[in-house]
């Protein structure tokens, strides 16, 4: 692609679905196949969002298997350096202002709590990645470009476009009191306008993930045992979705502590 103005429509056209861009971020870590794709961003319109990526040049179709392309990959590497770049820009960074908090719904794990989503103005962007250290259970994810934050039971999760997700949450107040807090932490940093030092990652253990599959052995997943399910999905092997025994109703809130915990992977 030579990048003349639309092929650049096309590009951004295509990414600024997030759909699309979940697609690109999910074969930067290899080829897959469209079942594979389906599992993670849903059959429906699948078709669709695969051919608008493949007009644009971003992948390649190969019968069922989709891969990104060299312009793809190239396309990908550039964003990653921009987000860099922007990190080296952090004395540049503006204090955040909780914008509004727009949802209160139930959360899945446990009904009697709620699941908040918020908006952070203007969207913090690159500097989530160099902030990781200030929260003590707090991981940045390349693939989401957002940071997860656990402080007891509730998880919150920042990211660059400014939208926060908070679960497990009693009441509005305590929602509010968790962004005032996000606010304060972040705000104190950009004043000081010096990183923080980087520290070790938080790792997920083996264990940790083993302990959340429903552990029944019931080979669905093609696996012989959730164990080797678990070692599989640790390696980057295999997708949650394919343990056919989260989606029944009474894994739920296992599946939503396995979906936040593989964002650590
Ligand atoms: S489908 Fe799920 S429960 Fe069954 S063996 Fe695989 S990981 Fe275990």
Redesign the pocket.
């Known amino acids: 692609m030579s990048g003349n103005e639309s092929e650049t429509k096309l590009v951004n056209f295509a990414m600024a679905n997030a759909t699309r861009r979940k697609i690109t971020n999910f074969l930067a870590n290899g080829d897959r196949s469209t079942e594979e794709i389906g599992g993670i961003v849903g059959k429906a319109m699948l078709d669709f969002h695969l051919k608008i990526l493949q007009q644009a040049s971003l992948i390649e179709l190969e019968e069922e298997t989709v891969k990104l392309s060299e312009y793809g990959r190239n396309f990908l590497k550039s964003k990653k350096e921009k987000v860099a770049e922007e990190i080296v820009d952090f004395s540049q960074a503006k204090p955040v202002e909780i914008a509004e908090v727009r949802q209160l719904l139930p959360c899945i794990a446990d009904s009697s709590k709620f699941r908040v989503i918020a908006n952070m103005a203007p969207p913090p962007g690159g500097i989530l990645k160099v902030l990781e250290p200030l929260f003590p259970k707090g991981s940045y994810s390349d693939r989401t470009g957002g940071l997860i934050t656990q402080k007891g039971e509730i998880i919150t999760t920042i990211y660059g476009t400014g939208k926060v997700s908070i679960r497990m949450i009693k009441n509005e107040s305590e929602a509010r009191e968790v962004l005032e807090s996000l606010r304060n932490i972040i705000n104190e940093a950009i004043a000081k306008g010096v990183a923080p030092a980087p520290r070790k990652k938080v790792r997920v253990e083996l264990m940790e993930i083993y302990k959340y599959?429903?552990?029944?052995?019931?080979?669905?997943?093609?696996?012989?045992?959730?164990y080797?399910?678990?070692i599989k999905l640790m390696a980057g092997e295999v997708t949650l979705d394919?343990?056919?025994?989260?989606k029944e109703p009474e894994y739920t809130g296992n599946q939503e502590r396995l979906q936040v915990l593989t964002e650590y992977i």
């Open positions: 599959l429903p552990q029944t052995n019931c080979g669905k997943c093609s696996e012989q045992s959730c080797s399910f678990a394919k343990c056919k025994l989260l």
